[in-house]
């Protein structure tokens, strides 16, 4: 099946500085992508949602100007945590998919701390 | 606001026997799509069955089925024949269009545990 490559699988970083995840799809188009952030134990929560070329559409509570998505190619799109701070540790997941067919395919997560 | 509701935080099932997932969900949208995904410890997200909300027929993958009712939208997920190897979370999740945006949200999870 088709593929969602995502880096890095984890990453430690000092508080404020600014990392970033890549997410690539090898095999199809991602004409969208979700990216979603996870606890320990609990569900995935949708960070934003962004389409090739446009701007990302952030979900409430979001701040944009913290989590940099950009999506500039229909087969990869990054995620950038500016600024991070031990709060913004977590598990970071992408999936790409096309509205059209409905396919959904998820990246490995990438697991941030920062100290 | 679009919610997804899985009811039961934690299952378990005896090795063999049948188990069903509740879910419900609330969206305005008239095609849609739904899926169940499970989640092993390794944290990889894993595709059970998807479901097309413009078919009628419930999908069924193997072992995997769904109780899809439209109108009170609703999507459980039965597993047959349960097997060690169903151990994980498993999320409910609809996929859709909401204000010129797609959006694919979770529920909650439920955490199924099989036993020997």
């Known amino acids: 099946g088709a593929v969602v490559s995502q880096h890095p699988s984890w990453v430690i970083c000092k508080s404020g500085t600014s990392v970033k995840i890549e997410c690539r799809s090898l095999?199809?188009?991602?004409?969208?992508m979700f990216w979603y952030r996870q606890f320990p134990k609990q569900s995935l929560m949708l960070m934003a949602t962004?389409?090739?070329?446009?701007?990302?559409?952030?979900e409430q509570g979001v701040e944009k100007d913290k989590f940099l998505i950009n999506h500039a190619s229909l087969t990869l799109s990054t995620l950038t945590v500016t600024s991070a701070h031990p709060e913004d540790s977590s598990f970071y997941i992408c999936?790409?998919?096309?509205?059209?067919?409905?396919?959904?395919?998820f990246g490995e997560g990438s697991r941030l701390t920062v100290l | 606001a679009q919610t997804v509701t899985q009811s039961q935080p934690e299952m378990s099932v005896q090795e063999a026997e049948t188990v069903t997932l509740s879910c419900t969900y609330d969206?305005?949208?008239?095609?849609?799509?739904l899926f169940w995904y499970k989640q092993p410890p390794s944290r990889q997200m894993i595709l059970v069955i998807r479901?097309?909300?413009?078919?009628?027929q419930n999908a069924t993958e193997n072992r995997f089925s769904v109780n899809f009712q439209k109108a009170a939208k609703s999507f459980s997920l039965k597993i047959s024949d349960s097997q060690l190897g169903d151990t994980a979370m498993y999320f409910c999740?609809?996929?859709?269009?909401?204000?010129?945006?797609?959006?694919?949200?979770f529920g909650k999870g439920t955490k199924l545990t099989v036993n020997p």
């Open positions: 095999d199809f188009q991602a004409t969208t």
């Open positions: 999936s790409g998919g096309d509205r059209g067919s409905g396919e959904l395919f």
């Open positions: 962004s389409n090739e070329g446009s701007k990302a559409t952030y």
């Open positions: 999740a609809p996929y859709y269009s909401q204000g010129g945006s797609e959006k694919l949200v």
């Open positions: 969206t305005s949208e008239n095609n849609y799509y």
């Open positions: 479901q097309e909300a413009y078919k009628q």
